[in-house]
């Protein structure tokens, strides 16, 4: 176990409603980052987060938003939801910045699925 | 634009070695990983090469890097079936940014 939890585990919801995911670092790590993963496709970067501030970003429309908080825990804010954002979504904690991710460590994902 | 291309699928028999192979087009990757993905978990961080080397050696796992054809590899020795899993190449280009861009994966099934 990485010491990287996401909530919730599962969750559904409906085309254009909005949803909040959240992860908790693992204990010390100061940076966050959250990725896609639509089924049989490989992870795609959303966005990082290092202390508080958006360190980061892939190619997401702003209806993906994102928060770190003092604790260094994070939420990802989709607005208006799409089928299309139906997915495993990842979050990674690792601790120096710019440290290009070979010290991330993932959680088990949100699996969202919109109907 | 970055672009990672995996096979989707190799097969192999519990003891042989496993190779799984990944080209990526962006020449300015800094660095390469690669990640294990098991059923309903995360992304785990099996290894990572930086682009000025050319093979990095870790227990069972071997990765090559060649830089002028932009392939990696990575070699699993006496596979097991606890290896079966999915296994993603990663490339980011480093200089300060963080923008990584993962091939789909390649899904190894280990048979008895």
């Known amino acids: 176990e990485t010491g990287v939890t996401q909530s919730p585990t599962h969750l559904i919801k409906t085309r254009g409603q909005q949803v909040t995911l959240r992860c908790s670092s693992q204990s010390g790590h100061n940076t966050v980052s959250w990725y896609q993963q639509a089924l049989g496709q490989g992870p795609q970067f959303i966005f990082q987060y290092y202390r508080e501030e958006e360190n980061g970003r892939g190619n997401f429309p702003p209806r993906f938003s994102g928060l770190q908080f003092p604790n260094y825990s994070s939420e990802l804010n989709v607005n208006a939801l799409e089928l299309d954002d139906s997915a495993l979504y990842l979050c990674?904690?690792?601790?120096?910045?710019?440290?290009?991710?070979?010290?991330?460590?993932f959680g088990p994902g949100t699996r969202l699925t919109v109907t | 634009g970055e672009d990672v291309e995996q096979s989707l699928f190799l097969s192999v028999r519990e003891g042989d070695s496993s190779v799984i192979n990944c080209t990526y087009t962006?020449?300015?990757?800094?660095?390469l990983y690669w990640y294990k993905q098991e059923p309903g978990a995360g992304l785990q961080l099996l290894t990572y090469?930086?682009?000025?080397?050319d093979m990095k050696q870790d227990q069972r796992l071997t990765v090559l890097l060649n830089k002028k054809d932009k392939h990696l590899s990575l070699r699993i020795a006496d596979t097991q079936t606890g290896d079966s899993a999915i296994y993603f190449c990663a490339e980011n280009e480093g200089g300060g940014s963080y923008i990584p861009t993962f091939g789909r994966g390649t899904s190894l099934i280990v048979h008895p």
């Open positions: 962006d020449s300015s990757s800094t660095y």
């Open positions: 090469i930086f682009s000025n080397m």
């Open positions: 990674a904690s690792s601790l120096v910045r710019g440290r290009e991710g070979y010290e991330q460590y």
